[in-house]
């Protein structure tokens, strides 16, 4: 009783931002409700949960290529399966990170990321106490090491967690070297070329965002 | 040689996100200007680094109420300090952490944090390995003691790192005992009331967005 479904995006369609923010808070809803029990789920069902639109819903899904049935529809099972390698979790992409600082060692600890597809397998620093240690079982580096690393490795990600002094510096030594996509943690504005992919995650953003809305609604 | 400015948020002026978003990027380049040795600092030139439209910066720092002068620009020392206190950045915010596993964990070793104003104190969780132990000098306290804990600690925002299925009830308990901001790094879309700040950072979006983009450029 399996549905005909896709995986691949369709062709030459460049799927949203904002839709692939949103994915992940269906296929975790959608996990939920496989937890209890639920063998088909509605996009009027994933609306009441998330407070999204269920139009908004119904037009995200239909980037992923999965059906539903009048009535019923989206198979729990099937949904999450799809989401899942729509999102790219299921695949593992090899990762390097620069600079094992506060954050860049942080980050090493946390191997939820391999869950969600993501496996850092090598970084690099300069500091002599960091460089030939490990952290969480991953080597560090000496920066100066990335090249000859990138032959023995199959990495075309690297995630970016070095002082803002040295950002762009490191981010164009990574380009040229053959890194693909940069997961910017830094607070600083990098500029690549237009074939390689940026995604900026940086928290101090983030916490700005928060400190704002907090004070607005104390004195509001 | 100081200049006139406020370092007070506008009345009633709500800083859009994208604004806030983008005025650490400002200061991260102005702190390298001023490490150049640089003391004034134009729009046109923060935007040639950023490669952030000029008239789009002027428009962002004229909620932050510095006003530059014709010719010479802003002054960097000023423009760093303001940024830096409208950002909420010169403030300690203490925080409680909601769940000690791989990503809690490593949030707590990011000392990092701090300079931008966030400070979490402790954290709780249910595992009986971590309770009465500490992490990066934070201790970890039983969830069932959150109650008395906001009692002792003048905390106000919560950053939840629990999983997914008890994401929405653990926000409910944090919330129902004074919580007023909740930074979620869980990729559960939670609801709160309409006076609750939440800030959600699902770097599993961030993934499946840099995965995407990747895939499209690799097959395009």
Redesign the interface.
């Given at each position: 009783m399996t549905m005909d479904h896709q995986i691949q995006?369709k062709d030459?369609m460049?799927?949203p931002?904002p839709t692939?923010?949103r994915?992940?808070?269906y296929?975790?809803?959608v996990?939920?409700l496989k937890?209890k029990g639920e063998r088909y789920v509605s996009s009027t069902q994933i609306s009441r949960?998330?407070?999204?639109d269920a139009s908004q819903i119904a037009k995200d899904l239909s980037y992923v290529d999965i059906s539903g049935r009048t009535r019923v529809g989206y198979e729990v099972d099937t949904l999450i399966t799809v989401l899942e390698q729509f999102?790219?979790?299921t695949?593992i992409?090899k990762a390097f990170l620069f600079g094992v600082?506060?954050?860049g060692?942080?980050?090493l600890?946390?191997?939820?990321?391999k869950h969600?597809?993501?496996e850092i397998v090598a970084a690099f620093d300069v500091n002599p106490a960091l460089v030939g240690t490990s952290l969480n079982g991953i080597p560090i580096f000496h920066s100066d090491d990335f090249v000859q690393k990138m032959h023995e490795y199959d990495v075309?990600?690297g995630v970016l967690t070095v002082p803002?002094?040295i950002a762009q510096c490191i981010t164009d030594t990574m380009i040229s070297g053959g890194i693909?996509?940069v997961?910017n943690f830094?607070?600083?504005?990098i500029?690549v070329p237009e074939?390689i992919?940026v995604?900026n995650?940086?928290?101090?953003?983030?916490?700005?965002?928060?400190?704002?809305?907090?004070?607005?609604?104390?004195f509001?």
């Open positions: 995006p030459s460049r799927v931002e692939l923010r994915l992940p808070w296929l975790s809803n996990k939920l937890q949960e998330t407070n999204i999102l790219g979790f695949d992409h600082g506060s954050l060692g942080a980050l600890q946390d191997s939820g990321l969600f597809g993501l075309h990600i803002i002094e693909k996509a997961w830094t607070p600083f504005r500029r074939n992919v995604q995650t940086s928290l101090y953003a983030h916490l700005a965002v928060m400190f704002n809305r907090l004070n607005f609604n104390e509001k």
